[in-house]
């Protein structure tokens, strides 16, 4: 049986950690994939187990030489996933699930179109604007800012294999599973 490359995405606020924490702990053989930064560790993270903490120079050495599936920059850090750690994942038969963004998501389509692309959505664009105001961890102006990209990131969804309303856990993490049970089956 073909194992396969799954890509969660959503909005900023949407729970697709949550999701995919849940997912995980009910199904420990699926692999989560470790990304690369060029971010400094925060206090508690593991090199090869949070993210494979590289330089700058050896990044943009890796996005020259095409080593990676899908990168991009955020706040002056790096981050990518190298195909060279998915790929050896796929081959020594491990599903393999990523959580980026939903640009990145697109790129990883892009090279590798047999992967799997599910985006955890909002009940609403109100629930999910209500869920990231009841944070109270950011400014009026931060908030705004990040509803303007939750508009892009839905807008980007219909790109996506599956689409999984995060209304409930357990309903979501229910769905996530037939979704890659049903793909596991057809590989």
């Not at 959503?10 to 924490?21: C, N």
Request: charged share 30%.
């Amino acid at each position: 049986m073909n194992k396969k490359l799954y890509v969660i995405s959503g909005s900023s606020g949407v729970g697709k950690g949550t999701v995919l924490k849940e997912f995980l702990k009910r199904n420990p053989d699926f692999m989560l994939s470790v990304s690369c930064t060029t971010r400094s560790p925060r206090d508690g993270e593991v090199d090869g187990v949070n993210y494979f903490f590289i330089s700058k120079e050896e990044f943009k050495n890796c996005i020259e030489g095409e080593k990676f599936l899908e990168w991009a920059e955020f706040a002056g850090n790096f981050y990518g996933t190298k195909k060279k750690f998915i790929n050896q994942c796929l081959e020594e038969g491990k599903d393999i699930i990523l959580e980026i963004d939903t640009q990145g998501a697109l790129q990883v389509k892009k090279q590798m179109p047999e992967a799997v692309l599910i985006f955890i959505c909002p009940p609403s664009p109100e629930a999910l604007e209500k869920r990231l105001r009841g944070r109270h961890t950011e400014d009026e102006e931060t908030i705004r800012k990040r509803l303007k990209i939750v508009e892009e990131e839905l807008a980007r969804a219909q790109y996506f294999d599956y689409k999984i309303i995060n209304d409930n856990l357990d309903n979501a993490v229910s769905e996530l599973e037939n979704v890659i049970l049903g793909e596991q089956k057809n590989a």
